[in-house]
T-cell receptor
Framework: NAGVTQTPKFQVLKTGQSMTLQCAQD?????MYWYRQDPGMGLRLIYY???????DKGEVPNGYNVSRLNKREFSLRLESAAPSQTSVYFC?????????????FGPGTRLTVT | AQSVSQHNHHVILSEAASLELGCNYS??????LFWYVQYPGQHLQLLLK??????LVKGIKGFEAEFIKSKFSFNLRKPSVQWSDTAEYFC????????????FGRGTSLIVHP
């Protein structure tokens, strides 16, 4: 099992450019999440998906959109990147009846917006 | 708002020293608590978790945590740290009667000198 995979690992964008971060999990989990990690701020939830076909806003959703393509895949899109979106982005998944919502994290995408 | 607080933002220790990282939560009722570790350049992985039962929880790599309900605390401990324990440590929690999504603390950066 690969667990949670993310692509790309690194990305540099210019202000105003768009991009999509991809995430996939092979653990048959229903719930998936996108977080951003900034120094001293911990992990902040951007969007989450309780199950295939549903998405909800988290703590910091502005400037982002998501798509739950199927049970395995959950993508995060930046429509018009801004320097404030420079961060490390983590995707995670979980399942209620396995460890009570213990989350499994991907390796992260380090994004720089210039 | 329900939250998780980590009081130590940066901790520096020498090898063989004992470690205790503080974590407090503000949930009422039954809680689920987690400690995650993030080694340099890697993704978050679960160290240990508490759901019910014995308040002293043992995790991987010699770590343990004690759930003290009266103090709303879930501190992480290790009797003798190693250089390889250098990492960022995150406490997370959720109320079993509330949202299934855990709230993360801001993290504690631990540096262990050889």
């Amino acid at each position: 099992n690969a667990g949670v995979t993310q692509t790309p690992k690194f990305q540099v964008l210019k202000t105003g450019q768009s991009m999509t971060l991809q995430c996939a999990q092979d653990m048959n989990h229903n719930s998936m999440y996108w977080y951003r990690q900034d120094p001293g701020m911990g992990l902040r939830l951007i969007y989450y998906s309780a199950s295939e076909g549903t998405t909800d806003k988290g703590e910091v959703p502005n400037g982002y959109n998501v798509s739950r393509l199927n049970k395995r895949e959950f993508s995060l899109r930046l429509e018009s990147a801004a320097p404030s979106q420079t961060s490390v982005y983590f995707c995670a998944s979980s399942e209620a009846n396995q460890g009570g919502y213990e989350q499994y994290f991907g390796p992260g995408t380090r994004l720089t917006v210039t | 708002a329900q939250s998780v607080s980590q009081h130590n933002h940066h901790v520096i220790l020498s090898e063989a020293a004992s470690l205790e990282l503080g974590c407090n939560y503000s949930y009422g009722g039954t809680v689920n608590l987690f400690w995650y570790v993030q080694y340099p350049g890697q993704h978050l992985q679960l160290l240990l978790k508490y759901f019910s039962g014995d308040p002293l929880v043992k995790g991987i790599k010699g770590f343990e945590a004690e759930f003290i309900k009266s103090k709303f605390s879930f501190n992480l401990r290790k009797p003798s740290v190693q250089w390889s324990d250098t990492a960022e440590y995150f406490c997370a929690g959720r109320s079993s009667g509330g949202s299934y999504i855990p709230t993360f603390g801001r993290g504690t950066s631990l540096i262990v000198h050889p």
